[in-house]
């Protein structure tokens, strides 16, 4: 039987061109020693609005208040099948030149130079959103990615279409 996971996650930019980061604990379950953004599951009450799950993994992981994020907005959902789990992901990108407030056990939150970002150990899904993301850009629309792999290899990939209403194009 095929479940759904969804989770939320932000891209948090500072003025300086850093990333907010969190290496993650050893003893997570998810991605242990990897270095990752914020982020976590939605809520029963926060299927329809992951902006919200956002927010709320945001303030819970880094102590940051919504009034303290500018322009915060949907720029990438992912889609990937995990075993018997699909995983769906939001991904909002944002600036705030707030620093954390609190500890968390699920890691340690660093700002990170954007020249940097790729040198560190990340999941492959967050890695390919980044090289993604540092080509084209915050673009008008969001982007949907699917995880696969490359025709006639067993090479994983991302397959990136832009999410646009075709009613509206």
Known sequence: MITLRMISTALLWNSQNELLMMKRS???TVSPGLWAAVGGHLEPNELNNPREACLREIWEET???HDEIQGLRLQYILLRLNGQEVRQQFFYIGTTDVSPRIVTNEGDLHWIAKDQVLDRPVPFIFRSLLEHYFTVGLTPH???GS????AGTE??????NPLIDPLQA
């Open 26 to 28: 050893l003893s997570r």
């Open 63 to 65: 102590g940051i208040e």
């Open 142 to 144: 969001p982007w949907i």
């Open 147 to 150: 995880a696969g792999v490359i």
């Open 155 to 160: 090479e994983p990939t991302i397959h990136w």
